[in-house]
């Protein structure tokens, strides 16, 4: 079989193998219960900011925008998915290697179909939380809104989606990469928030410093930065938002995988 | 592809300061059960760890079956290993792990191969078993079973026995047996009666280097030297050593003669039979005559 796509059949029996056995792990399910709470707890503290109560049927106009509530929920909860997502795979290669249980792999299967095997696996955990937690923010906006057509919500319910998979496969790659660095899983986890934080810190302090100091571009290095366009209308804006998170995706993936290459195991 | 199985040239290891392994050359001939023998901190496991893919030699260059085992994918379907600290990872039934492994070998009917692996090492019954329920010889079998599936040309054992029951340790040992001379094996182990019953060769290692080498005839001096125990009589070595093929002659203690002999002019029977003889004729009654020695008693004197 050429080496192509053995790696493909490798990553696609991995990522399967894998995905199942997260389904069924408590810790997986735990998180998964958390967030859903976390977004329900968001949307009803947003929803009583900005005013709460039922837009009565026929009082306003077709609203083809995103509702003010979801954006709302959007931000707050891409905010946190970060953690989120470090929580969730903090240990997916560390764990491995501390045990040494990826001898086992590594015996069967190349480094790379690994890595993207667990990235993915991850990926599709998350790709199936936010559909379900957006599907329930977004019919709830509906509830709200009555006068949201349901064309304006599964455009923008497929947006807020495509934005949420798009910021979160960079902090997948992150979590991947920092799982990567080290034997401890407790070091990853530690070295994963710090990094998180100081990306926090990063876009800040290039936001402070914006006009004042040559520290202003502090934030183009930090993911989060490019989170603000996500859900621009505008689809230039949308693309270089995703350009960057693409980026960043490759960027750890490579350092993952450059790491892993160079280590013992 | 070369007719050696692994190759290592002037390898070394080194963990921070320590050297685990230290500049180590071994050639492993295809189609031979060969042990790594040692005591602990020889350098036994890391060696293996290397010829695995595991570690990274820091000098030196390794090749198993022809290729660098750091290689991604290289040694994929050519090499079976067990790993004597590695874990098995935790939630999975261990039928549906082996066919998971199966799977990612590219082996054309994974689930069968892991029903039989699994067979192999007496876990039939054992196939819903999650991998955190299993006994520390439940798992070591299970590892086991994972190495020989798809019955992969070259197979790397590391401690196999170590922590079985005698009777469990006993199919492990005939398992390997039934490889010999169908696929290469090298088994790492501190049971040196184990490894003098199962191998062809077997490399010695003590603090990181290579101390010797060689086949277990070599070994053992099977070839090259033999003992007769002395009941009566005064020997003189010095009247053997004038006897074609006998190198050399003396009393390794009151009672024990031991003779060294070219092995590689002189047939073992003709000079043990010229040496009895000449003993006979000069007075010297004997009990016995064995030829060789113990491989635990040769390494004890090594080491």
């Excluded at chain 1, 905010?79 to 792999?105: A, C, H, N």
């Excluded at chain 1, 270089?240 to 960043?248: D, I, M, P, Q, V």
Aim: glycine residues 10%; contains cysteine; charged residues 15%.
């Amino acid at each position: 079989m050429p080496a192509t796509l053995d790696g493909l059949k490798e990553i696609a029996v991995i990522w399967s193998a894998e995905t199942l056995r997260a389904m069924r792990s408590a810790r997986t399910l735990v998180l998964l219960g958390l967030y859903a709470m976390f977004s329900l707890v968001t949307l009803l503290a947003i929803g009583a900011l900005l005013g709460g109560g039922r837009v009565s049927p026929g009082a306003l106009p077709d609203l083809e925008q995103l509702p003010p509530v979801v954006e709302g929920v959007f931000k707050v909860n891409l905010f946190f998915l970060p953690v989120y997502v470090m929580l969730m795979g903090f240990d997916q290669i560390s764990g491995e290697v501390g045990s040494r249980s990826i001898r086992y792999i590594t015996l069967r299967a190349r480094l790379s179909s690994l890595l993207l095997g667990k990235f993915l696996m991850q990926a599709s955990l998350l790709v199936g939380l936010v559909l379900v937690i957006d599907v329930g923010i977004f019919l709830y906006a509906r509830y709200a809104h009555p006068n949201f057509t349901l064309l304006a919500m599964a455009l923008n319910l497929v947006k807020v989606w495509l934005a949420t998979l798009v910021f979160s496969l960079a902090y997948v790659a992150l979590t991947t990469f920092c799982s990567s660095l080290f034997r401890a899983s407790g070091l990853s986890l530690v070295f994963n928030f710090c990094l998180i934080f100081g990306f926090l810190l990063m876009e800040l302090a290039g936001r402070y410093y914006q006009g004042k100091s040559l520290l202003e571009y502090l934030r183009f290095l930090s993911p989060s930065y490019y989170s603000s366009n996500l859900l621009s209308p505008v689809l230039s804006e949308f693309g270089r938002s995703g350009l960057a998170y693409a980026s960043f995706t490759g960027l750890f993936l490579g350092g993952a995988y450059a790491v892993l290459r160079a280590r013992d195991l | 592809m070369s007719e050696l199985a692994i190759e290592l040239s002037q390898v070394t290891k080194r963990f921070g300061p320590k050297v685990a392994v230290n500049a180590v050359s071994l050639s492993i001939p295809l189609g031979q059960v060969y042990g790594l023998i040692g005591p602990n901190g020889a350098g036994k496991t890391t060696a293996f760890s290397m010829m695995c893919g595991f570690l990274h030699p820091t000098s030196g260059t390794l090749k198993v079956m022809g290729v660098a085992p750091t290689t991604p994918g290289a040694l994929k379907g050519k090499l079976g290993a067990l790993p004597q600290d590695a874990i098995l990872p935790p939630g999975w039934e261990i039928g549906e792990l082996l066919t998971y492994w199966a799977r990612l070998s590219g082996l054309p009917q994974p689930e069968r191969e892991a029903r039989e692996a699994l067979d192999r090492v007496g876990l039939t019954e054992n196939w819903f078993t999650p991998t955190e329920a299993l006994s520390h010889g439940m798992a070591k079998r299970t590892a086991m079973a994972q190495a020989l599936m798809g019955k992969p040309p070259l197979v790397l054992l590391d401690e196999p026995t170590a922590g079985l029951d005698p009777r469990i340790a006993a199919q492990v040992r005939q398992l390997i047996r039934d490889m010999k001379g169908q696929q290469t094996v090298v088994v790492s182990s501190h049971n040196l009666q184990e490894l003098e019953e199962l191998c062809d060769g077997a490399a010695i290692l003590d603090r990181g280097s290579l101390v010797k080498a060689g086949t277990m005839s070599e070994l053992t001096g099977l070839g090259a030297e033999f003992r007769v125990q002395i009941a009566r009589g005064d020997v003189i070595p010095p009247e053997l050593t004038q006897l074609p093929g006998v190198t050399s002659a003396r009393m390794e203690s009151p009672t024990v003669l031991l003779v060294r002999f070219d092995g590689q002019a002189h047939k073992p029977e003709e000079v043990i039979s010229r040496t009895v003889a000449h003993l006979l004729q000069t007075g010297v009654l004997i009990l016995g005559v064995t030829r060789g020695q113990r491989l635990e008693d040769r390494v004890l004197q090594i080491l």
